[in-house]
């Protein structure tokens, strides 16, 4: 091996470094997880809230829930986390690094889940609701039972990608010093004096984030056979 | 609520740092401009790569980089680029380091979306074209990408935005765009009124163009 060789492995590939500092990347990938999973969470069950209030089709209803599904998705995310990390403590609600990541990804990701559900939602003809009312359903047990299973199994290949690409967002939590993956390696990496951290962080979003991009071109490819 | 408008809506502090901003703004606008082309551009290579090409080990280079690139969040590899360069001996200038990352994350996006368009083009167009003595690289380029493009212009357009809202995280290396100028203007003011004006001035320019997007979006559904 070459002294350049070894020179390249020393400063990406450390085997000291990256064993004193493993730990951290560990329980970085924890709190990735834990955000990721509670974006997802709240995020997908606001935005079928918001699709469902938009269908009832009252003016008041809609309106506000238009506007609030355009401006989350023409602000960047990284700006909405701002905002709110100095907004909310102005308004008496001061929030540790996770609400807010968790509160801000939530709302850009409900946005677009109400879009697609929305869209899903349009797609079911106007006349399948009428004939489940018409055999004595209610209006919510008729969208219950047979507007959104046909609605939510449209959105479901859009809704997976926009899932994925906003749970990786999470990394955007850095810059609150929220202590997830890229957080914890830049500290390493600089508390180090070597990029081996930075290193192990993008090994350590590949093993979270690269299943999920698999899976999702899987889903895209047999989703509509069924 | 006296604190709030202090804080957020504070008129006089909008009218200090406006121009400031704006220069932030007119960056974001050329940054979009410089990486939006430079990804699709890209994105319709590996789309070509992926559809056309005979070799199966092209075809699973392409799908691997395509979903490499799609697993890693964007501001990650902008900070590997940005900061791991230099280890490396290769001191990229802060535009560069910039286009870089973006470049090598929106191609992937973009690679998707014209397969995706690539694929809804009928065989027989291709079929048409050559029996009519198109060599292969002129029926692509008169007919199949064409139509390709035109099938999903919709999503095109929507990485576009997508790209534009992304150059925020360029902020994170003091790229000095619409963000970080609000950022450091908020730190000059000692107030974040600066960032709550950059957030009017990303819906001014991204709000039109998501409204634009939904209509070719519900003109592609109704067709």
Same mark, same amino acid.
Not at chain 1, 37 to 66: E, F, K, Q, S
Not at chain 1, 165 to 173: D, E, F, H, W
Not at chain 2, 83 to 111: C, D, H, R
């Given at each position: 091996?070459?002294?350049?060789?070894?020179?390249?492995?020393?400063?990406?590939?450390?085997?000291?470094?990256?064993?004193?500092?493993?730990?951290?990347?560990?329980?970085?990938?924890?709190?990735?997880?834990?955000?990721?999973?509670?974006?997802?969470?709240?995020?997908?069950?606001?935005?079928?809230?918001?699709?469902?209030?938009?269908?009832?089709?009252?003016?008041?209803?809609?309106?506000?829930?238009?506007?609030?599904?355009?401006?989350?998705?023409?602000?960047?995310?990284?700006?909405?986390? /701002?905002?709110?990390?100095?907004?909310?403590?102005?308004?008496?609600?001061?929030?540790?690094?996770?609400?807010?990541?968790?509160?801000?990804?939530?709302?850009?990701?409900?946005?677009?889940?109400?879009?697609? /559900?929305?869209?899903?939602?349009?797609?079911?003809?106007?006349?399948?609701?009428?004939?489940?009312?018409?055999?004595?359903?209610?209006?919510?047990?008729?969208?219950?039972?047979?507007?959104?299973?046909?609605?939510?199994?449209?959105?479901?290949?859009?809704?997976?990608?926009?899932?994925?690409?906003?749970?990786?967002?999470?990394?955007?939590?850095?810059?609150?010093?929220?202590?997830?993956?890229?957080?914890?390696?830049?500290?390493?990496?600089? @508390?180090?004096?070597?990029?081996?951290?930075?290193?192990?962080?993008?090994?350590?979003?590949?093993?979270?984030?690269?299943?999920?991009?698999?899976?999702?071109?899987?889903?895209?490819? @047999?989703?509509?056979?069924? | 609520?006296?604190?709030?408008?202090?804080?957020?809506?504070?008129?006089?502090?909008?009218?200090?740092?406006?121009? &400031?901003?704006?220069?932030?703004?007119?960056?974001?606008?050329?940054?979009?401009?410089?990486? $939006?082309?430079?990804?699709?551009?890209?994105?319709?290579?590996?789309?070509?790569?992926?559809?056309? =090409?005979?070799?199966?080990?092209?075809?699973?280079?392409?799908?691997?980089?395509?979903?490499?690139?799609?697993?890693?969040?964007?501001?990650?590899?902008? $900070?590997?680029? &940005?900061?791991?360069?230099?280890?490396?001996?290769?001191?990229?200038?802060?535009?560069?380091?910039?286009?870089?990352?973006? %470049?090598?994350?929106?191609? =992937?996006?973009?690679?998707?979306?014209?397969?995706?368009?690539?694929?809804?083009?009928?065989?027989?167009?291709?079929?048409?074209?050559? =029996?009519?003595?198109?060599?292969?690289?002129?029926?692509?380029?008169?007919?199949?990408?064409?139509?390709?493009?035109?099938?999903?212009?919709?999503?095109? %357009?929507?990485?576009?935005?997508?790209?534009?809202?992304?150059?925020? $995280?360029?902020?994170?290396?003091?790229?000095?765009?619409?963000? +970080?100028?609000? +950022?450091?203007?908020?730190?000059?003011?000692?107030?974040?009124?600066?960032?709550?004006?950059?957030?009017?001035?990303?819906?001014?320019?991204?709000?039109?163009?998501? +409204?634009?997007?939904?209509?070719?979006?519900?003109? +592609?559904?109704?067709?």
């Amino acid at each position: 091996m070459t002294a350049g060789d070894s020179g390249f492995l020393f400063t990406f590939f450390n085997p000291a470094v990256a064993k004193q500092y493993a730990p951290d990347i560990a329980a970085g990938m924890l709190v990735t997880v834990g955000v990721g999973l509670a974006v997802v969470v709240t995020g997908t069950l606001l935005g079928l809230a918001l699709a469902v209030a938009r269908a009832l089709g009252r003016r008041v209803l809609a309106w506000p829930i238009v506007a609030f599904a355009d401006i989350m998705r023409s602000l960047p995310p990284l700006v909405v986390l /701002i905002v709110l990390y100095f907004g909310l403590p102005s308004l008496g609600l001061p929030l540790s690094a996770f609400a807010v990541t968790w509160l801000s990804l939530s709302l850009v990701l409900a946005a677009y889940a109400e879009e697609s /559900i929305w869209a899903g939602i349009c797609a079911v003809p106007a006349g399948q609701l009428e004939a489940a009312r018409s055999t004595g359903m209610r209006w919510w047990q008729a969208m219950r039972w047979v507007v959104l299973p046909q609605a939510l199994s449209r959105a479901v290949p859009p809704l997976t990608n926009r899932i994925i690409s906003i749970t990786k967002n999470t990394a955007l939590g850095s810059v609150v010093a929220l202590n997830e993956i890229l957080n914890n390696a830049q500290g390493a990496s600089s @508390h180090a004096g070597n990029p081996t951290p930075l290193m192990m962080a993008a090994f350590a979003y590949l093993v979270v984030f690269l299943p999920l991009v698999v899976f999702s071109r899987w889903l895209e490819q @047999h989703w509509q056979r069924r | 609520m006296d604190s709030l408008i202090q804080n957020f809506f504070n008129l006089d502090i909008y009218a200090q740092v406006f121009p &400031y901003l704006l220069s932030g703004l007119w960056t974001t606008v050329w940054l979009s401009a410089l990486v $939006i082309p430079l990804g699709a551009a890209a994105g319709l290579a590996l789309a070509l790569g992926l559809t056309q =090409s005979g070799s199966r080990a092209v075809r699973w280079g392409i799908v691997a980089f395509i979903d490499f690139f799609r697993a890693f969040p964007p501001l990650v590899l902008l $900070i590997l680029v &940005y900061f791991g360069g230099p280890f490396l001996g290769v001191e990229l200038g802060k535009v560069a380091a910039v286009a870089l990352a973006f %470049v090598l994350n929106n191609s =992937s996006y973009y690679a998707e979306v014209f397969r995706a368009g690539l694929q809804g083009v009928a065989k027989g167009q291709m079929e048409a074209a050559r =029996s009519t003595g198109l060599t292969r690289g002129q029926a692509l380029r008169h007919v199949v990408v064409p139509q390709a493009v035109k099938n999903v212009l919709p999503d095109l %357009v929507g990485n576009a935005i997508e790209i534009v809202k992304l150059t925020s $995280i360029a902020s994170v290396v003091a790229m000095p765009e619409l963000l +970080r100028a609000a +950022r450091d203007a908020q730190s000059l003011v000692f107030n974040p009124s600066p960032v709550m004006l950059a957030a009017f001035m990303y819906l001014a320019l991204l709000w039109p163009l998501t +409204r634009w997007l939904g209509r070719l979006e519900h003109r +592609r559904t109704r067709r």
